[in-house]
Structure formats: structure tokens, C-alpha cells
């Protein structure tokens, strides 16, 4: 992960007093457990170049966190891209030049456009190059992004999903910098840390003299803060902006990130819920579980359920506690989200009218006998998470060999992205592979059923809007009885 910053033209050796770095010795230190290294390849007074980067130890990105219990925690690009963990990295070394404040006889210096060139990356970002562009072009840059070619063995995919930046045009090196460590966040939209109020004040600081007036403004706050909640609140204290006060009215109350958001999670853990207290704001999740235990309530036959990809078994265990259910089956890939089920189930025991729910590591790729001809079979928010074209064959094995009496499946619906704000080409979560619109939904429920002995109903979960329906669709799949007895 790395920042090549490139000056040229007169004076353009004065960027190294701007950033209060000496060209002829290496800046090398340690910071928040990254190598931090600064080195002029280049140094005259016509060019000056200098490049940043950062070496994280991939073993302390993990093992100070709940998620080291779980090995998959270190198969990530973290160590690698550049993104808001290499931002924290070097922002206490950019210290001087972001907060404009070098020696007394270069403070002039501080207001100088200088012909910049910035080179950064690896990039791992969801935004299209359209949108990438549309982050930096209107701050005066000229941008070039480097997408390279991939090569598989095997059809997958054949470009990379990575990409180099490099920006060029004017600006002042305090200016350049802070759009930088503003921006390279909301194109990775990876957050390490608890996202707070504090966010309010580096948007204010990094974005002053340019945000206000950015056409994607909505795009970067929405990004950077993550959380309705958070977003109100900055734009309420904002209220001075006739820009700010517009977009109020378009903020809902349920958080654009899905169940399986770590941010989210992060937040929840912050702010514990006393179990059973009644919330002003019901979130969407809830919702979900709620639309799903109404289904399976009024059903005839509910004694055997199998949860599959039941995360950390909030599902399951409000399931445990339903009159009529005799097992559950909570199946998951992940050992960490287990554990933490295991912990929650563990809890059940306190009430007297509650089963425990049996916690399997297993996947939706590998058959398992002894989940076949349960009674219901869940599957909530996880479909998106599967490859499209394995998709197929996943729902062709469930409806032929796994065969449950009723199917609950539950993905979110694409036009419903609009009322977030959302961007056209945006995802809801990191790790979805698609987002559908209802129309795409019932079309795929359709063609998994078409030879096998089930019948299928739509329905929305959420607030509903007009012209863009509910924010989470759900498909109940009931098997016929004639040939489940055949």
C-alpha cells in the first residue's frame, strides 16, 4: 500500500518543507504496528518526488480481535490495499502538511498550487470507474485509473478487481493530501475502527474548501459515516449549508449495511440492548426475523428447521423458543460466528420453554444427508452472498435432494437501494456478489421450481415506498404434498 506524491515545475522542491521531511534521509518508523517509510526517488528543485508507504503486520491486523478465533480472518486483502488502515498508518507522519503548519519562513508555501501528480494503490473498490472518476475529476484532477488483466485457469472472472490511481493537476500539497485521506476510504468502504461523531470533524477539517460544493458530496458522507443515524445528525449539525438542510427529508431509519455488516455488529456491541426492551426504531434485521417467525408460526408442520448460514444464531435462538418446534439445525461456515452462537444458545437454558439449537459447520457447496426432509429450511440474507452461477445449482439441490417441506428465503431488493441514496451500481454489503430487483427475484424463484414439486409467494419485508417497494423480499417455497407422499 502506497502514496506517490509528485511535484515538477519551479519551487517544487518546497513540498519537502511542507512536509517537514528531510530528501536526504528515509523516514522510517513504527506506527500503530506498521512500517511507516518515506523516500525521495526524485529530488531537484524542478521535481521532487516522494513515495509513502506502509507495511502492516498481517498477524497484528487479527490477533487483538474477537475475529482471531476464526482462521479466515487472515485470508484478506488488508495487508495489501490501500485503504482507511493505511490512511491511520500515515497520518500522524503527514501531520505538518495536513494541518498546514510548517516553519515560519515556508507558511506562504502552504497556499501554493503546485503541478501534482498522485499515485496510489493497490484499490479494492466497489465503485465503478465512472465513479471513481467522479470523485477526484471535479477537484480539478485529470484521472487515470489502471485496472490489470487476470489470469485463471478457470472461467471467473477477467479483469481484476483492484485498480491504480493516478491524479493530476493543481493543487496545494495540504489540499491534495487531505482529499486523499477523505477519499481513498470511500472507495475501499472498509472500516477498521467504531465509527462515531468523531467523523464528524475530519469531514469538516479534510473537506473544507471542497466538499461542500462536490457533486458526490452525498456519496462521500454516506460512505464515511456508514449509519442513518450518524448521517442525520451531521447534516443537522450542517444546517448552515442549503445543500445539507435538502437532503434531510431523503435519510430513513434502517442502516444501508445488511445483517452481516462487522461495523454494524461492532456498533450493536458498543450499545448492548437490554434483551426484550422495546427499541423506538425496530431495525430491519429484526424485521426479517419477525416476517420469518410469522411464517413458520401458522405452519402445521414445524417440528425440524434447518438455518442455513445462521451467523451467529440470533434467528436460531428465537426460533428455540417457539411452541411446536422439536430440533434445530443452525449451519454455518464460519468458526468464529459459531463460537459466538454456541455462547447464545448456551443462554437458552435459562428458559424452561426453550430446545437448544444444534450449531453444525457446514455450507450450501457440500450435500449433508442428515439435514434431508426437515421441515423448514431458512435461508436468510445469504443467497446474495453465493456466487450467481453457482447459484443455480445450490437452489436446484435444495428443492431435489434436500427437499424441505417449506423454504424461507429472504435477499434484498435492488430498487429499494434508491431511498438509501445508494449509487445504481452500489451493494449494500462488501461480500454481496448481486442485489435483485423484485422482478429478477421472482423470475429466478420461478426458475428453480419449474421442475420441481413446489409453489412459491413473494412478499416484502419493511417500510414500503411507492415505486421502489419494501427494502428486503422474501420467497416462501412450499412443497406439494401429492408429491412430497409420492
Not at 508507504?53 to 482462521?71: E, H, R
Not at 451531521?234 to 431523503?250: C, G, N, P, R, V
Not at 450499545?271 to 401458522?298: C, F, H, S
Amino acid at each position: 500500500m502506497h502514496i506517490t506524491l509528485k511535484a515538477t515545475g519551479p519551487h517544487a522542491g518546497m513540498i519537502s518543507h511542507l512536509l517537514a521531511k528531510n530528501p536526504y534521509n528515509t523516514y522510517d518508523r513504527t506506527e500503530k504496528g506498521a512500517r511507516v517509510r518515506m523516500v525521495y526517488t526524485v529530488f531537484t528543485e524542478e521535481e521532487a518526488e516522494i513515495v509513502i508507504q506502509a507495511s502492516p503486520d498481517s498477524i497484528d491486523l487479527v490477533k487483538n480481535s474477537p475475529d482471531s478465533y476464526d482462521i479466515t480472518q487472515y485470508i484478506n486483502d488488508r495487508e495489501f490495499v490501500t485503504s482507511s488502515l493505511f490512511c491511520t498508518y500515515i497520518r500522524g507522519s503527514l501531520g505538518t502538511a495536513l494541518n498546514g503548519k510548517p516553519k515560519e519562513d515556508y507558511v506562504g508555501w502552504v497556499t501554493h498550487p503546485f503541478a501534482l501528480e498522485l499515485s496510489f494503490g493497490p484499490v479494492a473498490s466497489d465503485l465503478p470507474n465512472s465513479v471513481v472518476e467522479g470523485l477526484f475529476a471535479p477537484l480539478g484532477y485529470q484521472v487515470a485509473i489502471e485496472r490489470g488483466e487476470a489470469d485463471y485457469s478457470f472461467q471467473l472472472k477477467n479483469r481484476s478487481t483492484v485498480r491504480y490511481v493516478t491524479l493530476s493537476g493543481h493543487q496545494t500539497v495540504q489540499y491534495a493530501l487531505r482529499q486523499l485521506l477523505l477519499l481513498i476510504p470511500v472507495l475501499d468502504n472498509y472500516k477498521h475502527y467504531y465509527i462515531s461523531e468523531e467523523e464528524f470533524d475530519k469531514l469538516r477539517r479534510y473537506g473544507e474548501g471542497w466538499l461542500p460544493e462536490h457533486p458526490l458530496r452525498e456519496l462521500i458522507i454516506r460512505r464515511t459515516l456508514r449509519f442513518t443515524n450518524l448521517i442525520e445528525q451531521f447534516e443537522q449539525s450542517d444546517s448552515a449549508s442549503a445543500e445539507t438542510k435538502s437532503t434531510k427529508k431523503h435519510i430513513e431509519k434502517d442502516t444501508v449495511q445488511a445483517q452481516k455488516d462487522k461495523h454494524e455488529q461492532v456498533q450493536q456491541q458498543e450499545q448492548p440492548q437490554e434483551e426484550g426492551k422495546q427499541q423506538p426504531t425496530v431495525r430491519l434485521n429484526e424485521l426479517r426475523y419477525q416476517a420469518i417467525m410469522d411464517v413458520i408460526r401458522k405452519l402445521p408442520r414445524r417440528q425440524k428447521i434447518v438455518d442455513f448460514g445462521s451467523g451467529e444464531g440470533k434467528l436460531s435462538a428465537r426460533l428455540a423458543r417457539m411452541t411446536g418446534i422439536e430440533e434445530i439445525w443452525a449451519v454455518e461456515p464460519s468458526a468464529y460466528a459459531q463460537v459466538r452462537a454456541m455462547e447464545r444458545f448456551a443462554k437458552l437454558e435459562r428458559h424452561a420453554d426453550a430446545i437448544s439449537p444444534t450449531p453444525m459447520m457446514g455450507s450450501l457447496f457440500y450435500y449433508d444427508e442428515q439435514l434431508r426432509g426437515k421441515d423448514v429450511m431458512i435461508l436468510c440474507e445469504v443467497i446474495e452472498h453465493v456466487d450467481e452461477h453457482r447459484l443455480n445449482r445450490v437452489m436446484k439441490t435444495i428443492v431435489t435432494e434436500y427437499q424441505p417441506g417449506v423454504l424461507i428465503v429472504t435477499t434484498p431488493n435492488r430498487e429499494y437501494n434508491e431511498v438509501y441514496r445508494m449509487n445504481q451500481q452500489e451493494l449494500r454489503h462488501g461480500d454481496h456478489r448481486f442485489e435483485w430487483s423484485r422482478s429478477e427475484f421472482q423470475e429466478r424463484c420461478e426458475q428453480w421450481i419449474a421442475e420441481a414439486p413446489y409453489s412459491v409467494a413473494l412478499k416484502g419485508i419493511g417500510e414500503e415506498v411507492e415505486g421502489f417497494g419494501q427494502p428486503t423480499q422474501m420467497a416462501i417455497f412450499t412443497r406439494r404434498k401429492e408429491q412430497k407422499e409420492a
